[in-house]
């Protein structure tokens, strides 16, 4: 099993509207979560950490359920320019940092 | 502010030749340091992480090798190259418990 999984889409929707993905990850260890944005031969970039009360960052929400040991983003009235691919991140033990393969999102006009 | 550089931004090499891929930190200290590799459309695949001067973490086996010669100094080494080595290798900083921040990156076409 792989340490971080997330669905890797591509998902395809149109402006305005509301997407939601989920990643999981397999070490219960786990301790900190990231979402990060990844536009086509960039780097990765920080989206937003993910708080186990839950945290909102403008159109996006990051969820943790430590229980079920995955992690959610929702963006809302999506834009063009949300097209990317969201990485999932998972850190265990303070130092190993674990990224999941992305899913790939697509907004059309 | 914290800033880290990665050269070169791309790499064109033949097989069997050597590689170093270099990384410096400006701005921290005592920084855990990572090197991914991304495959053309798959995700990032840890190589090695450092939380210490010559303290390196390998985790998947290959050709590669890293190392830390300094603080804020990461550099990934290969003695030769193979095709399946071709990708986009990114070095990264961070502290315990904190997200990683990336370099451009190293585009890398063994040929």
């Known amino acids: 099993r792989k340490e971080v999984e997330q669905d890797p889409g591509p998902f395809n929707v149109p402006e305005g509207a509301t997407v939601a993905f989920n990643c999981t990850y397999s070490?219960?260890?786990?301790?900190?979560f990231f979402w990060y944005r990844q536009d086509c031969r960039k780097e990765p970039k920080l989206l937003m950490s993910?708080?186990?009360s839950g945290n909102e960052d403008g159109r996006f929400t990051a969820q943790l359920n430590r229980a079920s040991q995955y992690i959610s983003l929702l963006i809302r009235d999506s834009k063009l320019s949300d097209s990317a691919t969201y990485l999932c991140v998972v850190k265990a033990g303070g130092f190993k940092t674990i990224f999941g393969a992305g899913t790939r999102l697509f907004v059309k006009a | 502010s914290q800033t880290i550089h990665q050269w070169p931004a791309t790499l064109v090499q033949p097989v069997g030749s050597p590689l170093s891929l270099e990384c410096t930190v400006e701005?921290?200290?005592?920084?855990?340091l990572y090197w991914y590799r991304q495959a053309a459309g798959r995700g990032l695949q840890l190589l090695f992480y450092?939380?210490?001067?010559?303290?390196i973490s390998s985790e998947v086996p290959q050709n590669l090798s890293a190392s830390r010669p300094q603080d804020r100094q990461f550099i990934l080494s290969s003695k030769k190259l193979l095709l399946s080595d071709s990708g986009f290798y990114l070095c990264?900083?961070?502290?315990?418990?904190?997200?990683?921040?990336f370099g451009q990156g190293t585009r890398l076409t063994v040929v």
């Open positions: 450092s939380v210490g001067i010559g303290q």
């Open positions: 990264a900083w961070g502290h315990l418990n904190t997200e990683a921040f």
């Open positions: 701005g921290t200290s005592n920084p855990n």
């Open positions: 993910v708080y186990s």
């Open positions: 070490n219960s260890a786990s301790q900190s």
